[in-house]
């Protein structure tokens, strides 16, 4: 009776599992094919930063036709810009406009690294001598 009862549990969730995968690639197919058009990108954050610098890294935003591709280039931007080295942080949203369900703004906030830096050099001199310079500014 036990094998039973573990048996059916067993067919149960392997059902539940087929389902939520089957609904969960129903869902990916819906918005590979929804369209979708970036109108706006808000960023926050930015004091030392060139504006001009950011915009060329997150242009491909606007350059989008799905849903899907905005979370693909986002996911792109979002690496872009922090491997810019400027930012501690980068936080990005994506949300609809009010005016049109097919056309998003992106949300990003940045935090800016501290104007802290270090610079290490080492001189050997002429009979053995090392001498070190350390500067932090």
């Keep these: 009776m036990d094998r039973e009862i573990a048996s059916k549990k067993m067919v149960i969730k392997k059902i539940k599992t087929e389902l939520k995968n089957h609904r969960k690639d129903k869902f990916h197919k819906k918005m590979e094919t929804l369209p979708a058009r970036v109108k706006m990108v808000n960023i926050d954050g930015l004091s030392r ?3 001009k ?5 997150v242009q491909q935003l606007f350059d989008v036709q799905s849903f899907q591709e905005i979370i693909q280039n986002s ?14 942080k980068v936080n990005m949203t994506v949300d609809t406009m009010p005016e049109d369900d097919t056309h998003y703004k ?9 104007s802290v830096f270090a610079n290490l ?3 050997c001199g002429s009979q ?10």
């Design 49 to 51: 930063t060139s504006d």
């Design 121 to 123: 050099g080492v001189v």
């Design 75 to 88: 996911k792109e931007v979002h690496k872009n810009l922090k491997s810019l080295g400027c930012f501690k």
């Design 128 to 137: 053995d001598q090392v001498a070190g310079v350390v500067r932090v500014g």
């Design 106 to 114: 992106v949300n990003i906030t940045v935090e800016e690294t501290g």
């Design 53 to 57: 610098l950011v915009m060329v890294k």
